[in-house]
């Protein structure tokens, strides 16, 4: 059984650029939440795909926005990136599309930005 | 504002003895909870969850408490061994999708 990958592990970019994260889902599932975690805090929620659709949204402005794949595959984009961005960016994916399953987490992709 | 709070930002407990990890919470519809542990450098890992129908659920040495009237939940690790030294978050979800995770707690388990 494949589990949640993450790619990059580690990212540095400077204000104002955009930047691409990249997520494979856990083989068999079909739904993928994004998480911020910033330093010393508890993931915060991003925004869940299900079934190649958004199926909710946590306190994030417009420029995060995000994408799922018939593969059940996933992307996040943060456009206008600002200094409080960086943050650990942790993928998960799970069975239940909000039915209240497990989340399991990727590694996470760190991005600093200067 | 913070639904979910773990108001302990660290612990630390003998190895062989009782962890007892504590998580509050404010929003009285959430009905679904879960714990992990994280290591350094990796990915939060789920250790075990909790409907709002239960009060207990074990899973070999953690069991999760939960205290509906209370709003409160612990984790409850025994025997606590070396390698469960990590940092501990609880989540709480009220749609399915969307949960909120407390800020953790560090546990170190003294050998």
């Known amino acids: 059984e494949t589990g949640v990958t993450q790619s990059p592990t580690h990212l540095i970019k400077t204000r104002g650029q955009q930047v691409t994260l990249r997520c494979s889902s856990q083989s068999g599932h079909n739904t993928v939440s994004w998480y911020q975690q910033a330093l010393g805090q508890g993931p915060q929620f991003i925004f869940q795909?299900?079934?190649?659709?958004?199926?909710g949204r946590g306190n994030f402005p417009p420029r995060f926005s995000g994408l799922q794949f018939p593969n059940y595959s996933s992307e996040l984009n943060v456009n206008a990136l600002e200094l409080d961005d960086s943050a650990l960016y942790l993928c998960a994916s799970s069975l239940s599309g909000g039915e209240g399953g497990e989340l399991f987490f990727g590694e996470g992709s760190r991005l600093t930005v200067l | 504002d913070q639904q979910v709070k773990q108001n302990s930002p660290s612990l630390s407990v003998q190895e062989g003895r009782i962890s007892i990890l504590n998580c509050d919470y404010t929003?009285?519809?959430?009905?679904?909870f879960l714990w992990y542990k994280k290591y350094p450098a990796e990915g939060p890992t789920f250790l075990i969850s909790i409907s709002s129908i239960k009060d207990k659920n074990e899973d070999g040495r953690f069991t999760v408490f939960l205290n509906k009237s209370a709003k409160h939940l612990s984790l409850h690790i025994v025997p606590s061994q070396p390698g469960d030294s990590a940092v501990y978050f609880c989540?709480?979800?009220?749609?399915?999708?969307?949960?909120?995770f407390g800020t953790g707690t560090s546990l170190t388990v003294i050998p």
């Open positions: 795909y299900y079934r190649e659709e958004e199926n």
């Open positions: 989540a709480a979800s009220a749609t399915g999708n969307q949960f909120y």
């Open positions: 929003n009285s519809m959430f009905d679904y």
